[in-house]
Structure formats: C-alpha cells, structure tokens
C-alpha cells in the first residue's frame, strides 16, 4: 500500500472509532434521560397521590365533624320549622 493509502485508512479508522464512541455516549445519555424522566413521573405521582389522600382525609374528617356537630341543630331546625 502507498503512504497516502494508508494515511487514509487509518484516518478512516479513526474516524469510525470516534463515531462508535460518540453513538455509544449517546445510547448512554438516551438511558440516563430516559431513566430521570421516569423517576420524575414516579416522583410527581407519588407527591400528586399523598395529595390527594391527605385533601380527601381533611375533607372527610370536616364533613364528619361538622355534620356530628350540626346534625342536632339542624334536626332541632326542621322539627321547629314543621311544628
């Protein structure tokens, strides 16, 4: 082979090389996004759930309070209002 042969396979070979190592830091960097942006979702769920059941519980224990609380006077005001 000429110089000038060789020169240009090794530089085709390197060139080669430094694409597999750029697809390969890629494929890396696709994993590692996609591995956060699923750990975020997870996240945002998880926070948006105990939300959810903490306003539920709040709201269930209000409507039982007061309804324990207002339940005598309300029938008191429904007895008067029919007598």
Same mark, same amino acid.
């Given at each position: 082979?000429?110089? =000038?042969? =060789? &020169?240009?396979?090794?530089?085709?070979?390197? %060139? $080669? $090389?430094?694409?597999?190592?750029?697809?390969?830091?890629?494929?890396?960097?696709? %994993? =590692?996004?996609?591995?956060?942006?699923?750990?975020?979702?997870?996240?945002?769920?998880?926070?948006?759930? &105990?939300?959810?059941? $903490?306003?539920?519980?709040?709201?269930?224990?209000?409507?039982?309070?007061?309804?324990?609380?207002?339940?005598?006077?309300? $029938?008191?005001?429904?007895? &008067?209002?029919?007598?």
């Amino acid at each position: 082979k000429t110089k =000038q042969a =060789q &020169s240009s396979e090794d530089r085709a070979r390197e %060139t $080669r $090389r430094k694409l597999t190592e750029a697809e390969s830091e890629l494929r890396y960097m696709h %994993t =590692q996004a996609m591995s956060t942006y699923v750990n975020v979702t997870l996240m945002q769920e998880d926070v948006a759930n &105990s939300v959810r059941k $903490r306003i539920s519980g709040t709201l269930r224990y209000v409507e039982n309070h007061y309804r324990r609380r207002l339940s005598p006077r309300i $029938r008191r005001a429904k007895q &008067s209002y029919h007598a």
